[in-house]
């Protein structure tokens, strides 16, 4: 069983760039959540995929977007990037498609640093 | 308005010396609750499920429990690599279910 993967590692960009972010779920999952999670905190939740839909987002401006494909990876894109942009992101799939009380497993996660 | 409370911050153990963690929930209608362990610039690595109150599980060092309010990790004579953060995570019942974080333990056992 394939877990979940995350590429790139590590990416450093500047005041403005845009960013693609990009994950593959796990094995047989179909649902995928992203968030964002500063030093020092809890991950936030940035949006959820299933089946390709967008299926729930927390409170992220609409300069963070994303797509789900029909294999079930994913892409988090963010453009006009600012300082506070600088964070872990996380990506987590599970097989719920928003039925709830499903277990997520995460990805290792992207460091973004934005300069 | 925090749904999700974690306690202590931080916690330093001797190796062998057992403790609790506490990961308090405003949430009615849980769905969910949820212990993760995250090591230093890594992904959270999912360690139980819990669903309803009196519910109790166990996986080596490790026990979580739920009441209607509450959850325990408790670590039993832990060892220095159970040093890492431990997040607990509810899961929304607005409709949608993403997971709702605290802030996480950091857990520091010494040899």
């Known amino acids: 069983e394939t877990g979940v993967t995350q590429s790139p590692t590590h990416l450093i960009k500047t005041r403005g760039q845009q960013v693609t972010l990009r994950c593959s779920s796990q094995s047989g999952h179909n649902t995928v959540s992203w968030y964002q999670q500063a030093l020092g905190q809890g991950p936030q939740f940035i949006f959820q995929y299933y089946r390709e839909e967008e299926n729930g987002r927390g409170n992220f401006p609409p300069r963070f977007s994303g797509l789900q494909f029909p294999n079930y990876s994913s892409e988090l894109n963010v453009n006009a990037l600012e300082l506070d942009d600088s964070a872990l992101y996380l990506c987590?799939?599970?097989?719920?498609?928003?039925?709830?009380?499903?277990?997520?497993?995460f990805g290792p996660g992207t460091r973004l640093t934005v300069l | 308005e925090d749904q999700v409370t974690q306690s202590p911050e931080a916690l330093r153990l001797q190796e062998g010396e057992s403790s609790s963690l506490n990961c308090s929930y405003t949430?009615?209608?849980?769905?969910?609750l949820f212990w993760y362990r995250q090591d230093p610039g890594k992904g959270p690595e999912f360690l139980f499920t819990l669903y309803s109150a009196g519910e109790e599980k166990e996986k080596e060092r490790l026990k979580a429990t739920l009441t209607k309010k509450e959850s325990f990790l408790h670590i039993t004579a832990p060892k220095p690599e159970d040093s890492a953060t431990y997040l607990c995570?509810?899961?929304?019942?607005?409709?949608?279910?993403?997971?709702?974080f605290g802030k996480g333990t950091r857990l520091s056992v010494i040899a």
């Open positions: 987590a799939s599970s097989l719920d498609g928003g039925q709830g009380g499903d277990t997520q497993y």
């Open positions: 949430v009615s209608g849980l769905r969910g």
């Open positions: 995570a509810v899961q929304d019942p607005s409709g949608n279910t993403p997971l709702v």
